[in-house]
């Protein structure tokens, strides 16, 4: 038998985000954000489900490709547009729509030679300092693009550092009316918090949500998932492969960092940090048993680490072992930002970081 580790990926869910998002922003077109292979659930994965989209949007050059192979022949964006000139031959070829957020990037643009024109998403810098022209910039840059024979539409977009938090969107909501007013073009602003939290404030023709087509709540744990009513589409999932019967003052894993203070049990998962869980999940990290609500004790170690088994009585050698996501024995859901706060990250970071050894499979359970 194979060591049995699992993510499970459920496209019914997929496809209950993406109506939700619907739902929130009926005018609005959406981009499905695909990038980092798709939070790390596999591009083909969930293509499926996603397709209802109007278009797909991801970084990698790479991927976009993937999305091409799968038939896709509705609209894919860059979100960073491209990273040197000839990554602009490929544009051309497969129809990719980019973002143009600095000077270089439309030298190179004036620069190719191309029968294609290109769909392209002048992009401002609205306060969060990573790309994007500032404000007072953007008319120079939209007049440049516009006048390029490489060019066919110049659409406009931004970035929120804040949606998710107190500070908010005013402002960039501001500045970004201020420096477009008068330029013509689609818009496309909202993540998947601004979506969620303020959308009629960031309404505009195109919005890009991403986390919450993958089930997580963007603005944990002032919200949860249920509370948006976000369904997980990832399930990681494993087996005891191992009971250990402690006496008080016994110890477990590297460093002896748990000491037991009364006698109990305790489960070993065939899960550890070479399959993507964070090493530095401390004791007490949420984790479901057959269904039941427990914690992780003492060190993750690289292929395995132990649960305490005092809440389920009945665990036994191959009791199933949910990481986050959805028992496919009762149902039960252990959210993946539960799982984040107690490591100190956020739900993205774990969808990316299963790691290449852990199976996949695609399967709708009891959602
Ligand atoms: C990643 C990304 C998104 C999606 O963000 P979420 O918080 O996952 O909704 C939207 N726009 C851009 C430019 C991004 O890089």
């Known amino acids: 038998m194979p060591r049995p580790i699992l993510c499970t990926i459920h496209p019914g869910a997929l496809r209950h985000n993406l109506e939700r998002v619907r739902r929130a922003v009926r005018e609005s077109r959406v981009w499905a954000v695909v990038k980092a292979n798709a939070y790390g659930h596999g591009i083909e994965r969930v293509y499926d489900a996603l397709r209802g989209a109007d278009g797909f949007a991801l970084l990698d050059l790479a991927e976009a490709e993937r999305v091409r192979a799968l038939g896709w022949r509705g609209p894919i964006l860059l979100l960073e547009g491209v990273f040197e000139p000839r990554d602009l031959e490929l544009c051309s070829r497969l129809g990719l729509w980019h973002a143009v957020h600095c000077d270089e990037q439309i030298d190179w643009l004036a620069a190719h030679k191309t029968?294609?024109?290109?769909?392209?998403?002048?992009?401002?810098?609205?306060?969060?300092?990573?790309?994007?022209?500032?404000?007072?910039?953007?008319r120079a840059a939209w007049t440049?693009?516009?006048?390029?024979?490489?060019?066919?539409?110049?659409?406009?977009?931004m970035h929120f550092s804040d949606a998710d938090g107190p500070r908010g969107i005013d402002a960039a909501m501001a500045a970004f009316d201020e420096a477009t007013r008068e330029l013509p073009g689609e818009r496309s602003l909202a993540n998947s918090a601004a979506v969620l939290r303020h959308a009629e404030a960031t309404r505009a023709d195109w919005v890009r949500p991403g986390i919450v087509l993958y089930g997580g709540s963007p603005d944990?744990?002032?919200h949860d998932a249920a509370h948006w009513q976000l369904q997980p589409t990832m399930t990681l999932a494993t087996r005891l492969i191992g009971v250990q019967a402690l006496d008080a003052g016994d110890t477990v894993g590297y460093g002896s960092r748990f000491t037991a203070e009364a006698p109990m049990r305790i489960g070993v998962a065939a899960v550890g940090y070479a399959d993507g869980y964070p090493r530095h999940a401390p004791t007490g990290t949420p984790v479901l048993v057959n269904g039941v609500r427990t914690r992780v004790v003492g060190r993750v170690s690289m292929d395995m680490l132990a649960v305490d088994l005092d809440p389920v009585p009945g665990a036994a050698l191959g009791s199933e072992v949910v990481l986050w996501g959805r028992s496919a024995g009762t149902g039960a859901v252990l959210p993946i930002d539960e799982v984040a706060q107690s490591c100190g990250t956020i739900g993205y970071e774990l969808m990316c970081a299963v790691a290449p050894r852990v199976p996949f499979a695609v399967e709708d359970n009891g959602g």
Request: zero cysteines.
């Open 115 to 138: 029968q294609q024109p290109h769909r392209v998403f002048l992009k401002m810098n609205s306060g969060m300092n990573r790309l994007g022209f500032a404000p007072a910039r953007m």
């Open 144 to 157: 440049r693009l516009a006048a390029l024979p490489q060019v066919e539409e110049v659409s406009l977009m």
């Open 220 to 222: 944990h744990p002032e």
